[in-house]
DNA sequence: TGCCGAGTAGACAAATCGGTCTACTTTTAG
DNA sequence: CTAAAAGTAGACCGATTTGTCTACTCGGCA
């Protein structure tokens, strides 16, 4: 495997698991099995580095989430399967997504608050692109009106987030209630 | 004031706005003015003083949250008085709460992930304590089935917890479409 | 053949971390 | 009044942090 990719997959794992400030750059060295310069070879900074891994997580939280809202034609089938997926994930079952530890970008935005580091706006891009998928897929059931559309998906977006919160902070891994 | 509880509300504003592990001891000393040994007279470690940290905002937390939700009598209002006081607190309106940066709890946890950790669970049965009030509350309205209760105060905690990491992450601050 | 980019191991630098300690002063309670 | 408790300033300690640098190896390519 790449050499970059196999350093950003290492440090995605250690940061999503662990923390950012927790981790250093010589574990995330010792860790992957490369030399210090080989990791400033490919990233000017630990924050680079970050940069790439919110980058890398994104896109692969992504594709899975598109992936599992795909089939649903109408608003409640979506809103089941948009449950059902996150509690997968709340599982462990989603093998492209790790061993659950809450949702990366929340945790990241925990320890880097500042709204002007680019750490903190990847955070914020990346949740407002989940937003966008949500409308995107509510937009194409056949049931939906589209003066709701809106206040719906943001109704949506919301349980999401408060799932992911729960699921990592108090261990809720099941939420039959929301389905209805 | 008292020297313990001054420290105890310096560290915590410091905590709070920048996250724990980019708050070091020397910085919280020189913002609140007293010596290192003073510090370390009154806690024995940076852990033990954020674990005083947490004591304190969830008893600030849990009185304001208390007293914003006791003059309601039936769900709908307790829900619309849930929501507006949060969306008070996300305006940075309330001012025991200090200027929003979402829920030290939550962000907490974040930099903790152990769950075998006394400041993860210090951050778990805070989320326990919100979720009981809710509860509790609830049930004291009078058109509150109790078959529901159970399951319609777990959902209002997830709407709550959404709405913190939204008004966190992408800064929705007001969200009128969930009160109906 | 010769060269260059990518790799390794690890010493090193400068800063910062949490935490200890000394020497001294101030406050407070009996 | 006196003595203990609580306070101050800041030097110091060992560990750790991010990041740089040297010296060297290896493989592929012109």
Redesign the interface.
């Known amino acids: 495997m790449d050499k970059r990719t196999h350093i950003i997959l290492t440090a995605l794992s250690l940061f999503y698991?662990?923390?950012i400030?927790?981790v250093g750059i010589n574990e995330i060295i010792s860790v992957a099995g490369v030399a210090k310069k080989t990791m400033y070879h490919h990233f000017v900074s630990k924050d680079e580095l970050l940069l790439a891994c919110l980058s890398e997580r994104h896109n692969r939280f992504l594709n899975w989430l598109t992936q599992a809202t795909s089939k649903q034609t109408t608003i409640e089938e979506f809103k089941v399967a948009l449950i059902s997926c996150h509690e997968a994930w709340f599982n462990s079952k989603v093998t492209e997504l790790g061993d659950f530890?809450?949702c990366l970008?929340?945790?990241?935005?925990?320890?880097?608050?500042d709204p002007a580091n680019p750490i903190n706006q990847a955070?914020?891009e990346h949740?407002?692109a989940v937003?966008q998928l949500i409308k995107q897929r509510l937009s194409a059931c056949n049931n939906m009106e589209s003066s709701q559309l809106g206040?719906?998906s943001?109704?949506l977006?919301?349980?999401?987030?408060?799932?992911?919160?729960?699921a990592?902070?108090?261990?809720?891994k099941q939420?039959p209630?929301?389905k209805q």
């Open positions: 698991q662990k923390g400030h927790s530890n809450g970008f929340i945790n990241t935005a925990a320890e880097f608050a955070c914020k949740k407002m937003q206040s719906y943001h109704y977006m919301t349980l999401v987030e408060g799932m992911i919160c729960q990592k902070l108090v261990g809720i939420f209630h929301l």
